[in-house]
Structure formats: C-alpha cells, structure tokens
C-alpha cells in the first residue's frame, strides 16, 4: 500500500547527477522514480516522486525542471496523487527522464565547450 513520506522521498527531486531508478532515500533499494506533468508550458506542475520496492510516495504543486519535456503518451487526465498508473509504466518513465537528462548533460558540456 502506497504512504505518503514527502520530506524524504521528494530527495528523488534534487537534480542530482545519475540515471533513474535511483537509490530510494527511504528503503535504499534502486528503484526510486520521478514523473513532471508541465501544466501548458507553465513554469509550475505536477511532480511524482516514488519507490517501487517499498511504496512511499509524494505528489505535489512544483517547479518544473527548465529541462523536463511532457511525455506525450501520457495526459493530464491519466494522473492521479497515487502514482499506481505511473508505477505500472515506471521503466518508459525512467527511459524518458535519462534521455532528459542526457540532453540537458550534452547541451551543457556544448555550452561550456563554447564559454571555455
């Protein structure tokens, strides 16, 4: 059954370095996921952040990440503040979210590249 634990679950917010899953600040095991719905290319949303393995989750108002892209097979309507849709889809969600990040890694490397 799914518990809501924000203060130590949304750690899975911080833009840290490192792919998805990652290490769950509550139960340690890999399979911590986030999910960002942009509400009409607002700079606020909706943020999921949840472990597979023990169930704790927060779903909260946030800043979304300048970088984040709505996936589009997913709509607003399908989202709820349980993440059970978004846990069944977590490895496309996971997916998504790495090619995210790899581009906001070589959009940075190309900008200090042309600073350095």
Not at 33 to 59: I, L, M, N, P, T
Not at 95 to 115: G, P
Request: glycine share 6%.
């Amino acid at each position: 059954m799914w518990t809501d634990e924000r203060d130590v679950i949304m750690k899975l917010l911080e833009d840290a370095p490192g792919e998805f899953p990652r290490k769950c600040p509550c139960c340690g095991k890999k399979s911590g996921h986030v999910f960002f719905y942009r509400h009409r290319d607002e700079k606020y949303g909706s943020a999921w952040a949840w472990c597979s393995e023990c169930q704790e989750f927060s779903h909260s108002r946030f800043e979304i990440p300048v970088w984040w892209k709505n996936m589009e097979s997913i709509k607003l309507d399908e989202l709820h503040g349980c993440p059970d849709n978004l846990d069944i889809i977590h490895d496309s969600i996971d997916a998504w979210t790495n090619t995210l990040l790899d581009e906001k890694a070589e959009q940075n490397k190309k900008h200090s590249d042309n600073c350095g």
